[in-house]
């Protein structure tokens, strides 16, 4: 007996304009978030929900309540409040994730790339039209031919906007350098020379979960007096040193492993691979070098977040980018490595691998 087949027919979901207005729109609810930042919203929020009227009064907002409801009521829609009560009843506490990751008090706090985005990124990012037609930098640099170079140089000038940047990469960072401090077999190398490497951040990682290395953190000379306190505060002064000079023009320290985060992405190919090629050449046989990046996918469509960070580079710097592990790889290989492999981190970021 022959069973009667029925094919239900597929109906195509139909198109809406929804996804184009979210992401047209999409500075409203970002600005919402880095203004919470900005008024250390989530910090006044840690210790026990507050009202309506106790928000106004501690940060001082002077507008009418009916805004203030909007601008809370978003930040409830988004997920980063909750809420119980409406309007005048209300009171108002973190979520999860924000308690952890945007409350001040905590060392989990990484809101540090936030509070840069707000106060620098946002208006830049507004001449992007200007970077993609003139190929230049839309920053502090715009109308100079400086380059990136000024907004470095006020940095270098003042410790404590030199400390909220190191906090901004360190809080960024921390969940990447953890995991690679996890995921690669550390074991087999001796020494680790940290190209740009900041506070000390990657080489504290690395040591706290890897007893027998000893690591050099390797940055210019403003950086080196940060550097050393918060090693220091993590008692590993005799595993990690600090080595200050411009690692585009001095001698690199010898090691066997040579690691450099978000380095190369603010490069053009020249640079890039000069530097590769420097690395390189001071690595003995079998030495490594890691070079921690949001690197982008082969065929660029999923890392949405690389090619943004890429565009990035074209405000801060006219000819940088961000690359793919294709990139890199022909990068290594004319420089002489012998293979190249990609080590997933935390989120968008991966390690990119090379061995001499």
Not at 107 to 112: K, N, R
Not at 180 to 207: E, H, M, P, T
Request: negative net charge.
């Amino acid at each position: 007996m022959l069973t009667e087949v029925t094919s239900e027919k597929k109906v195509a979901p139909t198109p809406t304009p929804s996804k184009i207005m979210q992401l047209g729109m999409g500075f409203w609810a970002s600005k919402v978030l880095l203004t919470a930042v900005k008024f250390e919203l989530f910090t006044l929020l840690a210790t026990k929900p507050l009202s309506t009227r106790e928000i106004k009064e501690k940060l001082g907002l002077g507008c009418d309540d009916r805004h203030v409801f909007d601008w809370l009521d978003t930040l409830v829609s988004l997920g980063f409040l909750e809420r119980t009560g409406l309007l005048q009843n209300s009171m108002y506490s973190n979520a999860e994730d924000t308690g952890i990751f945007l409350d001040k008090n905590k060392p989990s706090y990484m809101g540090g790339i936030l509070e840069m985005a707000n106060n620098r990124l946002y208006k830049y990012w507004g001449d992007l039209e200007d970077g993609l037609i003139t190929g230049q930098p839309q920053n502090e640099a715009k109308g100079t031919s400086q380059g990136n170079m000024v907004f470095f140089e006020d940095l270098y000038k003042d410790q404590e906007k030199l400390q909220e940047f190191m906090n901004a990469m360190s809080g960024i960072q921390t969940g990447n350098f953890i995991e690679l401090a996890n995921k690669f077999d550390f074991s087999k190398y001796n020494q680790l020379l940290d190209i740009g490497g900041a506070d000390g951040w990657l080489s504290i990682q690395i040591c706290l979960r890897h007893p027998a290395i000893r690591c050099i953190t390797f940055d210019l000379p403003a950086v080196e007096p940060l550097a050393k306190k918060k090693i220091e505060a993590f008692n590993l002064s005799d595993r990690i040193t600090t080595c200050e000079g411009d690692f585009m023009k001095e001698d690199l320290p010898k090691a066997d492993l040579i690691s450099m985060g978000n380095i190369l992405h603010g490069m053009n190919e020249e640079a890039k691979q000069k530097l590769i090629r420097k690395v390189y050449d001071v690595l003995p046989e079998n030495g490594v070098f890691i070079a921690i990046e949001n690197i982008i996918d082969n065929e660029r469509r999923q890392n949405t977040f690389g090619l943004l960070m890429s565009l990035n580079m074209l405000i801060e710097n006219g000819d940088a980018f961000d690359y793919t592990l294709n990139d890199f790889e022909k990068w290594a290989k004319a420089a002489g490595f012998r293979r190249t492999e990609l080590v997933p981190l935390a989120g968008p970021t991966s390690a990119a691998v090379a061995y001499k």
